[in-house]
C-alpha cells in the first residue's frame, strides 16, 4: 500500500478513535452506542442468569383471582390487617413490604355514616349512642391496620415524582425518616437522582410502621427497567429503595454507610457503594454514578413463588411455604398497572424486581458498575485504537481481517471474564463499533463494499425476481435503489375464483397441496417473463413489472405472463381431476400506470413494494374479469403501451374508487397469432359496442345473436343481452356516455 494511501488510512482511523473516545468520556453522548451497550449488556444478563427458584422470598399476589375472590382492588384496611396478623402470628414470616402505597383513607366500613347519624337524626337515641361507642374501634379501619402494623417487620412502599418547573409540588401522605440527613453528602458531586414531589402513606400507618422504602424504578431510553437508584435525594434528605430497606428491617435495621473509594477529586464525588455491617459480617450493595444498582434478574417471571393473597386469608397455604420467608405484597394483575419493560420480558411485575435486588443483595451477587467503569472504556480505545490504526492499513485483507477478529474476540471475552468472575459491567459496544468501523475503512472497496452489495442484492430480492434479474442487479447495483421512487411500471394481480367454496370442500392439507401445486407454475411464469413477486395474499399474487431494474417493455412482459398463466393452469387441470380436485379457474387483472415503490412500511417492518391508484385498478379489473366471462383484463393504459396486441374491448367502466371511466380490453394474442375467425368475431363485437353507445339497440341485439351463434358459451355476449332489455324498458337517456359504473371492489 502506497505511503500516502497508508498515511491518511491511519489519519482517518486515529480521528475515528478520538470521535469514540469523546462518546466514553461523556463529552458528547451517541444513542445508537448506549442502545447497543444496553442490548450487549442484557445478553450478557441472559445468558448467566441463573434461572433458580429463590425461596427465601416469596411474592403475595394481587392477581385476578385475588380480585374475584375479594373484590377489585383497593380492598378495605381491615382485610389488609387480617392479612398481617395471619402472615406472622401463623405463618410466623420474617418480614413484610407492600409494593402498594395506601394514600388515602378508608371509609368503607361505614363509621363517618353513623357518627353523622349519632350527631343529628339518632343523637337522643342513648341505645344507638352506646353501640355506636362499642363497634367505633372495629370500624376504625386504618387506625386498626395501623395497630397490626406496629411492632412487626413491617415496611410500606411509597412513589416519588417529579413536577414540571414552576409548578407546584405535588405531596400526599408522609414520608419515613431519611437514611441519611441532610448535608451529609456536602461537598461530594454526587449524582443522585432528585425528586420534587410524593405520594406516600397516611401519617398514622407511616408512623407505625419500621420502615418505608420508595418503589421507583430507574427506566432508560428504551424504555426497559435495567437499574433501581438505591438512595435518591427529596428536599435535601435521602431516602432508600424499598429492597433496601427491607433487607435492613430483615438485618436488625442496622445503619446504612456510605461507601468511597481511596482518593478524592473535585469532579469524582467517590460513592461507589453502601454497607450494611451485621453480625455475620458486611454487606456491600455496588452503586453507579446515579447511586443506583443493576438489578441482578435471576430469570424470567416466575423466579419466586407467587402466593395469592386470597390462598393466604382463607387459610389455603401450607405453613411451612411462608415460614421465616420475606414477604413481598404487590401485584401481577394487568389491570392494576404495575407491569414493566424489563430484559428479561416485555411484560414483568414490578414486584419482582423488588424480589430480585433482595435476593441480588442478600447473596452478594450484584454487578457493579461504579463511575471508573467510564475511565477503564476510554483507556481500553485508547490502546486498541491507536494500535489497529497503524496496524490495520499495513496488513493484507487476509491479515486484516484475522486480526480484526482476534481483537473483537479479546474483547468479547476479556469482558464476559470481567462480568462473570469480578462481578463488574463494562460497557463493549463502543470498542467493538471502533474495531468494526477501522476494518470498514482500511479494506479495500472492491474486496468488501462491491461484495456485500452483491449479497444483500440477492439476499434482499432472490425470492422475488427471477435470477437472471438478481444477476444483472448485482452486476449494476447503482441501478437498483430501496428508496421510494416514482416511475411508470404495470401492475398484475391473479385471483382464484370461487376459491371460498373450493377451500371449504378440502381439508387444510389438501388445500395446501393444492395452492402449492397452482402457485407455483404462475410464480415461475412470472419469473420468466421477468417480474417481481409482490406478496402472496392467499390464493392471489401480486407481481409487478419495471422494478427494482428499469425495464422497457414492462407492459409487454406482464400480459405475456397473465396469458402464459391461464395456459399453465389448464395444462393442470388433468391433474386436478386425477386427484380429485376441484378445476381451478383464474382471473388477471394488468394495468400500466405511475406508481410509487421502494422500501414501505413501519419501524417494525418494511417490504419492497408499490403503491398507487395504477395499483389499485389492477386489482379492480382483476376482481371484475368474472363479471365478463374473460380471463384476464387490461386497463387502457396497458393496451396503448402494448399495441402489438390483438384486444377486445370490452366495456367502458367505472370501478370503484375511480371517478374518471376507463376502457378495459381483453387481449387475444399477439398480431399475426390470432386466428381468422376470432378476428371475424372480434370484428362484429366491436360493431355491436358502437351500436350499443349510440342506443341502437335494434342493431346491437342483431349483431349479438350472430355471435352466439358463432360463439354459444361466450357470457360477454350474454351480458350486453341483459344490458339492451333493461335499458329498452329504462332508458338511460340522451346524454348517457356508455359508462357501466361498478358498485363493489
Given amino acids: ?299 424470567p417471571q416466575g423466579s419466586f413463588k407467587y402466593i395469592a393473597v386470597a390462598d393466604v386469608l382463607h387459610d389455603r397455604v401450607k405453613p411451612a411455604d411462608l415460614k421465616n ?90 469482558n464476559v471474564l470481567v462480568w462473570q468472575y469480578g462481578n463488574t459491567a463494562l460497557p463493549m459496544a463502543g470498542t467493538m463499533l471502533m474495531i468494526l468501523t477501522m476494518f470498514v475503512l482500511v479494506m479495500p472497496y472492491g474486496y468488501f463494499i462491491e461484495a456485500r452489495t452483491k449479497r444483500q442484492i440477492t439476499s434482499l430480492f432472490g425470492q422475488y425476481v427471477p435470477g437472471e434479474l438478481v444477476d444483472e442487479m448485482s452486476n449494476h447495483p447503482e441501478q437498483v435503489s430501496m428508496a421510494g421512487d416514482s416511475r411508470e411500471m404495470t401492475i398484475l394481480f391473479s385471483d382464484v375464483r370461487g376459491f371460498t367454496t373450493i377451500s371449504e370442500g378440502l381439508d ?45 417493455n414492462h407492459a409487454r412482459n406482464a400480459i405475456l405472463a397473465g396469458i402464459e398463466m391461464q395456459q399453465a393452469l389448464k395444462a393442470l387441470q388433468p391433474q386436478f381431476r386425477a386427484r380429485g380436485w376441484p378445476e381451478i379457474r383464474v382471473g388477471v387483472g394488468v394495468n400500466t400506470g405511475r406508481v410509487s415503490v421502494g422500501n414501505m412500511g413501519s419501524e417494525l417492518r418494511v417490504a419492497y413494494t408499490v403503491m398507487g391508484d395504477a395499483v389499485n385498478l389492477a386489482s379492480r379489473l382483476e376482481g371484475i374479469t368474472k363479471e365478463y366471462g374473460v380471463d384476464i383484463i387490461v386497463g387502457e393504459n396497458t393496451q396503448v403501451a402494448v399495441p402489438d396486441f390483438v384486444y377486445r374491448e370490452l366495456d367502458l367502466v367505472r370501478v370503484k374508487g375511480k371517478d374518471q371511466p376507463i376502457k378495459i380490453f381483453e387481449p387475444l394474442g399477439l398480431q399475426g397469432q390470432v386466428e381468422q375467425a376470432v378476428l371475424d368475431e372480434l370484428t362484429v363485437f366491436h360493431q355491436m359496442l358502437r351500436s350499443y353507445r349510440k342506443q341502437e339497440w335494434d342493431k346491437a341485439e342483431l349483431d349479438l345473436m350472430n355471435l352466439r351463434r358463432m360463439s354459444p358459451q361466450t357470457k360477454l355476449y350474454g351480458v350486453y343481452v341483459e344490458r339492451i332489455a333493461y335499458f329498452r324498458t329504462n332508458p338511460p337517456g340522451p346524454d348517457w356516455d356508455g359508462v357501466f359504473v361498478f358498485k363493489n371492489k
Wanted: charged letters at 20%; proline letters at 6%; aromatic letters at 8%.
Fill in 1 to 299: 500500500m502506497p505511503v500516502k494511501k497508508h498515511t491518511l488510512l491511519t489519519s482517518l482511523c486515529l480521528v475515528l478513535a478520538l470521535f469514540f473516545l469523546g462518546n466514553a468520556a461523556k463529552l458528547f453522548q451517541i444513542g445508537f452506542i448506549q442502545s447497543l451497550d444496553a442490548q450487549l449488556y442484557d445478553y450478557r444478563l441472559l445468558l448467566t442468569m441463573p434461572q433458580k427458584l429463590d425461596e427465601r422470598i416469596v411474592i403475595l399476589d394481587i392477581d385476578e383471582k385475588s380480585l374475584k375472590e375479594e373484590g377489585r382492588w383497593p380492598w378495605s384496611r381491615d382485610k389488609l390487617a387480617l392479612l398481617l396478623d395471619k402472615l406472622f402470628d401463623d405463618y410466623a414470616v420474617a418480614v413484610v413490604g407492600f409494593d402498594v402505597v395506601f394514600a388515602e383513607k378508608d371509609d368503607s366500613s361505614g363509621l363517618n355514616m353513623l357518627q353523622e347519624l349519632g350527631r343529628n337524626q339518632l343523637r337522643n337515641v342513648p341505645q344507638f349512642q352506646a353501640t355506636l361507642a362499642q363497634i367505633k374501634p372495629k370500624l376504625e379501619y386504618d387506625k386498626l391496620f395501623a395497630e397490626k402494623i406496629k411492632g412487626r417487620n413491617v415496611v410500606l412502599g411509597y412513589y416519588l415524582t417529579n413536577n414540571a418547573d414552576g409548578t407546584p409540588s405535588n405531596i400526599s401522605g408522609a414520608l419515613p425518616e431519611p437514611v441519611f440527613q441532610r448535608g451529609t453528602f456536602g461537598g461530594r458531586p454526587i449524582g443522585f437522582v432528585r425528586w420534587n414531589s410524593y405520594g406516600a402513606n397516611l401519617p398514622e400507618l407511616q408512623k407505625s410502621a419500621l420502615s418505608a422504602g420508595h418503589f421507583n424504578p430507574m427506566v432508560d431510553a428504551d424504555g426497559k427497567v435495567r437499574r433501581v437508584p438505591m438512595v435518591v435525594e427529596h428536599n435535601g434528605a435521602y431516602y432508600e429503595a424499598l429492597s433496601l430497606a427491607m433487607v435492613r428491617t430483615l438485618l436488625g435495621s442496622p445503619p446504612l454507610l456510605p461507601g468511597y473509594a481511596n482518593g478524592n477529586s473535585k469532579d469524582y464525588g467517590g460513592l461507589e457503594w453502601l454497607q450494611l455491617n451485621v453480625a455475620q459480617g458486611s454487606l456491600r450493595i455496588p452503586v453507579d454514578q446515579d447511586v443506583s444498582t443493576l438489578i441482578p434478574y435471576r430469570g
Fill in 325 to 414: 420467608r420475606i414477604i413481598l405484597v404487590g401485584t401481577s394483575a394487568p389491570g392494576l398497572m404495575d407491569m414493566r419493560s424489563t430484559p428479561v420480558s416485555e411484560v414483568f411485575p414490578g414486584v419482582e424486581i423488588h424480589a430480585n435486588m433482595i435476593s441480588g443483595m442478600l447473596d452478594q451477587n450484584l454487578k457493579q458498575q461504579p463511575p471508573y467503569v467510564a475511565g477503564a472504556e476510554v483507556v481500553l480505545l485508547l490502546m486498541t485504537g491507536v494500535a489497529l490504526s497503524f496496524l490495520l492499513p499495513l496488513l493484507s485483507p487476509i491479515k486484516a481481517t484475522i486480526m480484526t477478529l482476534l481483537t473483537l474476540l479479546a474483547v468479547v471475552v476479556s
Fill in 508 to 552: 387444510p392439507k389438501e388445500l395446501a397441496q393444492l395452492m402449492n401445486e397452482f402457485l407455483t407454475p404462475l410464480s415461475r411464469v412470472i419469473y420468466k417473463h421477468r417480474g417481481t413477486i409482490d406478496k402472496y395474499m392467499g390464493d392471489c399474487i401480486m407481481a409487478f413489472w419495471g422494478a427494482p431494474l428499469p425495464e422497457a
